[in-house]
């Protein structure tokens, strides 16, 4: 192994090592409360060293949401390619890959809803940003094409595909982070599953199209 791959190598070992540390403190201060100095506290190296690989709180979490949505988007992609007996099914599979994302990394998709409900997005990388938007359109167009397939068997109401993923989308992070800030109350409390599939259900009912309807 050359220098040049030495370094490079331990630059990732490095750079691993920040990651997993955020994590650590996102997990134990939350995202708005810790500070770039608590990060390289927790990971035992200068403040300066964490600002060498990554310019703010920001660009570092952001980068912890990129492994939650590369998975997101394998999700997703396998439930638009595989075979269901029909849409009503692959919109079944669409809620479990859902709560699947959820479970993958729970602390991390909560607090990306929040980074992308916020002004953050704007202290990103344009890369980085750039990363973050490809994943997410290749995410929500195979939500997309979930619905376009009913409409094409005409099982669905005809609204626009894209408009039904984003309803989707946000009746998701809705439940979970409502259902979260419950469980903050109450630890006992985790009712995201059955309220996520009745949440669900409702949305499914409302986008069939009823065969009486068409007489």
Request: glycine share 4%; aromatic share 10%.
């Amino acid at each position: 192994m050359g220098i040049k791959e030495r370094k490079e190598r331990e630059k990732g070992r490095r750079r691993q090592q920040i990651m997993v540390a955020a994590k650590r403190v996102f997990s134990n201060k939350s995202f708005n409360k810790a500070t770039m100095e608590d990060i390289a506290k927790e990971a035992e190296l200068s403040p300066g060293t964490i600002y060498l690989y990554f310019k703010n709180k920001e660009e570092l979490f952001a980068s912890l949401s990129l492994r939650i949505l590369h998975y997101m988007n394998i999700r997703l992609e396998h439930v638009h390619n595989e075979k269901y007996e029909g849409p009503q099914q692959k919109l079944t599979a669409l809620k479990e890959a859902l709560y699947e994302v959820y479970e993958f990394d729970p602390l991390v998709l909560i607090n990306m809803f929040h980074l992308q409900s916020s002004e953050t997005l704007k202290n990103l990388s344009p890369h980085l940003l750039s990363d973050i938007k490809e994943l997410s359109r290749n995410s929500f167009r195979s939500m997309a094409k979930v619905f376009e397939e009913g409409m094409e068997e005409g099982l669905f109401i005809k609204r626009h595909p894209v408009a039904l993923a984003d309803i989707v989308w946000a009746l998701f992070s809705g439940v979970v982070l409502w259902e979260e800030s419950k469980r903050l109350i109450n630890s006992k409390k985790d009712f995201l599953k059955p309220t996520l599939e009745i949440a669900f259900e409702i949305f499914s009912r409302g986008i069939e199209i009823n065969p009486e309807s068409l007489n």
